[in-house]
């Protein structure tokens, strides 16, 4: 069993940054490729970026390319999201993901592990 803990999420204006992370607790973290997802009010669940368990590969929302950075430690048993640039439409909840990717990151069916997410809210 892997658990998850999201943290970092908070109040900011457009235009600023947070960076968000997730503590996995178990001894295979580092065997498992990681994402991040945000569900919005009324919306469904969506895919913000994903890394593989070796970090050699990332991939991005198109909405969040060029703003957000994943990255992962696991030495630490950590996955970081570096939010840059933000707008009202990041706001959201943003949830932290584990599994074994074997089709697509952007698939929630891929994962197995989920946090209980942290609100991140973007004002105008």
């Known amino acids: 069993q892997v658990q998850l803990v999201e943290s970092g999420g908070g109040l900011v204006q457009a235009g600023g940054s947070l960076s968000l992370s997730c503590a996995a607790s178990?001894?295979?973290?580092?065997?498992?490729?990681m994402a991040w997802f945000r569900q919005a009010p009324g919306k469904e669940r969506e895919f913000v970026a994903g890394?593989?368990?070796?970090?050699?590969?990332?991939v991005y929302a198109v909405s969040v390319k060029g703003r957000f950075t994943i990255s992962r430690d696991n030495a630490k048993n950590l996955v970081y999201l570096k939010m840059n640039s933000l707008k009202p439409e990041d706001t959201a909840v943003y949830y932290c993901?584990?599994?074994?990717?074997?089709?697509?990151?952007?698939?929630?069916?891929?994962?197995?592990?989920w946090g209980q997410g942290t609100q991140v809210t973007v004002s105008s």
């Open positions: 993901a584990a599994g074994t990717i074997y089709r697509s990151f952007q698939h929630r069916l891929e994962y197995d592990y």
């Open positions: 178990g001894d295979t973290f580092s065997t498992l490729d």
């Open positions: 890394i593989s368990w070796s970090a050699d590969n990332t």
